[in-house]
């Protein structure tokens, strides 16, 4: 059996690079997956739903379940990997999405986790790929439509370039308090290749010392060092503040094609394991 260099190297790097879930003082896990098991098979169903059938903004990847896209590693890791059938011009990629939904809960930090590298191929072979870690509300489920259902994202890039975002959507279409469709974010630079930990850390503990909810705040981190914050305040209404910090939310983890935020692929760009995301692992936490 032949095995090309790019899926090679892939390999060696993540059984090098794949750890356990970490403990961190003060908190308890409530949730976590640190995708263990065999090269090739799907993460855990228990767990997690494999989306298909679903275009949100303008994307060109149709979802599958195809192992060709989705597969754990076999070092620890879970890959979801954007294929180009050059035949076709068609694309297809994998979206997963937790069956658990988690409610920060009052008077505590809720911390929402997961350590993710990118593909090695270069920002010009890029073009148009658009991996992301995020949180979307339970309600989207039950009727309520975007935005007004809430949506977090812990993190997001495009088109390869070394920038994560941090990006809010709640309340009204278009405007409202969250600008919408643009919603209220942060970024921060990263290096293009290893491994980050992106984190979103909600604090829900202002009450203890008599605070109120527009005292509460939604922080965003990358390796520990936090670069965006969102307060209840600067929402300014309570209901719609309450679908991003007292709600229940699913993760998400997956790669899109094209879109109206990256645009679309052009020539040059590549698809297989160097525009891959890859994940070892993805934790809820509590204090």
């Known amino acids: 059996m032949r095995i090309d260099a790019v899926a090679l190297a892939s390999l060696l790097s993540t059984l090098a690079s794949a750890g356990a879930v970490p403990n961190y003082p003060g908190y308890r896990t409530l949730w976590s997956d640190n995708f263990a098991g065999a090269a090739g098979q799907k993460p855990d169903s228990n767990l997690w739903n494999t989306i298909t059938n679903l275009k949100t903004n303008n994307d ?21 990997i954007p294929r180009l059938n050059r035949q076709t011009n068609t694309w297809t990629s994998a979206r997963i999405e937790t069956k658990a939904v988690f409610t920060p809960a009052a008077n505590k930090i809720t911390i929402f986790e997961g350590s993710i590298r990118f593909g090695d191929h270069p920002v010009h072979l890029k073009q148009g790929i658009w991996p992301a870690f995020w949180m979307l509300g339970k309600a989207i489920h039950q009727g309520t439509p975007w935005p007004q259902c809430g949506e977090l994202d812990i993190m997001e890039t495009i088109n390869g370039v070394p920038t994560a975002y941090g990006t809010v959507h709640c ?18 630079g990263i290096t293009p290749s290893g491994w980050h930990t992106y984190r979103i850390k909600v604090d829900r503990t202002a009450a203890r010392s008599g605070g109120r909810w527009e005292d509460e705040v939604i922080d965003w981190e990358v390796d520990g060092r936090p670069y965006y914050s969102l307060r209840g305040s600067e929402v300014g209404d309570q ?40 994940a070892e692992y993805v934790a809820v936490y509590s204090s």
Not at 62 to 69: I, L, Q
């Open 60 to 80: 060109l990847q149709e979802y599958t379940t195809s192992n060709s896209n989705l597969q754990l590693s076999g070092g620890g890791t879970v890959q979801i």
């Open 171 to 188: 309340g009204s279409f278009p405007g409202g308090p969250c600008n919408e469709p643009i919603g209220r974010h942060g970024t921060t």
């Open 239 to 278: 209901g719609v503040w309450g679908t991003l910090a007292h709600s229940p939310m699913f993760l998400i983890l997956n790669v899109a094609v094209g879109g109206d935020w990256p645009g679309a692929p052009n020539a040059q760009t590549q698809d297989s394991y160097g525009s891959m995301m890859e």
